[in-house]
């Protein structure tokens, strides 16, 4: 299993379906786990999904509209039934109000350290051993931000390079730790002997309309999770209530050179799914997945340089 992975826990949009959940995503990464937009039902499917409440460690939330918010009280109290330390919380400021009445929605023994974070604007909103993670306005009738986690980029070390300086056996480990070493008489460093390597990018872009911010959170991105609530023959139902079609979706990510594009939250009116996939791949070459409730997408791998 891929230690950085997507697990969809709800493609829903509004209403949920026989098939669909409220939404709900879970990024895991590495050590960190964070919780998107849990709607309704969410703690349910993280049982589903066989992910145990002490994988999460941030909440991360969009907007406080109902299925991207109503799963909170139950995912708050199950992390302090299951005795899991500290949490941290993000959500746009505006809606402190929201959150708090979510968060003690009933009587419960609280035991994790739930640290609230609110987004006051645009700009990193945290920092840790995962990189940072950003938040940007969008465009949708409330307030609602999205979010791009940035790995840091970095050195890496490559074979013929070591080879060709006579860096071998413990001394790499050397090198990686003093970043310089005495190899036969010479000074060797590590930017002779490596090539830098971009970190990873993942872009979750939910209810908005068409807007510059969608882009720039997009750029770059190895995944790219966001909303296709309609498809482009309701594009002006799309409009009128904030939200993208699957082919404005593709072309977000196909402007902003997106690895996989993740395309979720859909609208109960529809139920054939290749019509996403179909509208999305005319527009974006890339890898396209239509998610589905409890699928696990892997963050596609670094191109390692040669």
Known sequence: MSNRELVVLGTGSQVPSRARNHNGYLLRWDSEGLLFDPGEGTQRQLTFAGVPASAVTRL??????????LGVPGVVQRLSLDGVRRVRAHYPASGREYFARLRHASVFHEVTDLVEEPVTGAGVVARGEFGELHALPLDHPVETVGYRLVEPDRRTLLPRLLERHGVRGPEVGRLKRDGVITVGGH??????????????RVAFVM????????????????????????LDSERELAGRYGHLTARQAARVAAESGVGTLVLTHFSQRYADMGAFRNEASEVFGGGIVVARDLARVPVPRRRRPE
């Open 60 to 69: 991360c939330l969009t907007h406080f509209h109902g299925d991207h918010c």
């Open 187 to 200: 000074t060797v460093t590590e930017a002779e002997v490596s090539a830098p390597m971009p970190g990873q």
């Open 207 to 230: 209810d908005t309309r068409l807007c510059d911010n969608a882009f720039a959170l997009a750029a770059g991105a190895n995944l790219l999770v966001i909303e296709a609530t309609f």
